[in-house]
């Protein structure tokens, strides 16, 4: 009897953890938070008179899915938020060079690690700009 129930019990094991979702459950706040940056982009400016960096970098913050930005250039100093999509997993924000110097945008990786453009930021007529290039949403439609 013991050999007939066996196979029974492991297959009902096999397809109890194969119907299961093992993937990790992510939470909308950090226990922890980090003060060191998640993400930093630096371009250093030369100019005759002058040597300026450009300064770029990502904060976590209380909420999962919300990044502090914080921006230096020429002793102008900016801050802002980044929200990445709740996409069931924990959030990978980039930072990448822009097309003019100095600039960047800030975005995160999709679950094939494509880059997903969020926001620019770049310095341009002796003022510094932050504008959004591209806005993302999470629907769960049926």
């Known amino acids: ?26 939470t909308t ?6 003060t060191e940056p998640v993400k930093t ?3 250093i400016v030369k ?5 300026d960096t450009f300064n770029v970098a990502l904060y976590e913050t209380k909420y999962t899915f919300k990044y502090l930005i914080k921006i230096n250039f020429k002793g102008i100093e900016a801050t802002d938020s980044l929200r990445i999509p709740n996409l069931g997993y ?4 980039e ?9 960047c945008i800030i975005g995160f990786l ?3 690690k494509q880059f997903m453009e ?5 310095f341009k007529d002796n003022q510094l700009l932050y504008h959004p290039l591209k806005s993302y949403d999470v629907s769960d439609e049926k």
Do not use: H
Not at 7 to 14: D, E, R
Not at 29 to 34: H, Y
Not at 95 to 103: H, L, N, R
């Open 1 to 26: 009897m013991k050999k007939k129930i066996l196979p029974v019990a492991i297959a009902f094991t096999a397809i109890v953890f194969a119907a299961c979702d093992n993937k990790p459950v992510v």
């Open 29 to 34: 706040e950090r226990e922890t938070v980090s």
């Open 41 to 43: 982009y630096q371009e």
């Open 47 to 51: 100019s005759e008179e002058t040597t």
């Open 90 to 93: 924990e959030p990978q924000p």
């Open 95 to 103: 930072i990448k060079q822009g097309e003019v110097s100095p600039s």
């Open 110 to 112: 999709d679950d094939k």
């Open 118 to 122: 969020g926001n620019e930021v770049l």
